[in-house]
Nanobody, 125 residues
Framework: QVRLVESGGGSVQAGGSLRLSCVAS????????MRWYRQAQGKEREFVPS???????KYADPVKGRFTISQDTNMNTAYLQMNSLKPEDTAIYYC???????????????????WGQGTQVTVAS
């Protein structure tokens, strides 16, 4: 299991910015994708953005143009720059890692997903 540790959460006023970090312990993979999810109180967990090992990025519609995901592959770290924050961005933000792993015979199969413990982001109106 890969250990993920998020940091950077906090409380800001609407319109403010925060930068989240997610540091992963060393891991091997055929392919991986770092993802951010968030869960607001009383709501289901939702996807935010993702970035894979080749730098391909996806964003959920509510955060397009405001959030930017990036990674430092040398540091095994993913970042989430959040600008123009809104009260509806208030949630616990989780980092997740999806990967495929190589079997001794050479084939790649889905590996177990790993999750961080979450970091609280609160945006006041």
């Amino acid at each position: 299991q890969v250990r993920l540790v998020e940091s950077g959460g906090g409380s800001v006023q609407a319109g403010g910015s925060l930068r989240l970090s997610c540091v992963a312990s060393k891991f091997t993979s055929c392919w991986y994708e770092m993802r951010w999810y968030r869960q607001a109180q009383g709501k289901e967990r939702e996807f935010v953005p993702s970035i894979d090992e080749d730098g391909r990025i996806k964003y959920a519609d509510p955060v397009k143009g405001r959030f930017t995901i990036s990674q430092d592959t040398n540091m095994n770290t993913a970042y989430l720059q959040m600008n123009s924050l809104k009260p509806e961005d208030t949630a616990i933000y989780y980092c997740a890692l999806a990967r495929t792993i190589r079997l001794p015979a050479g084939a790649c199969i889905d590996g177990p997903d790993s999750w961080g413990q979450g970091t609280q982001v609160t945006v006041a109106s």
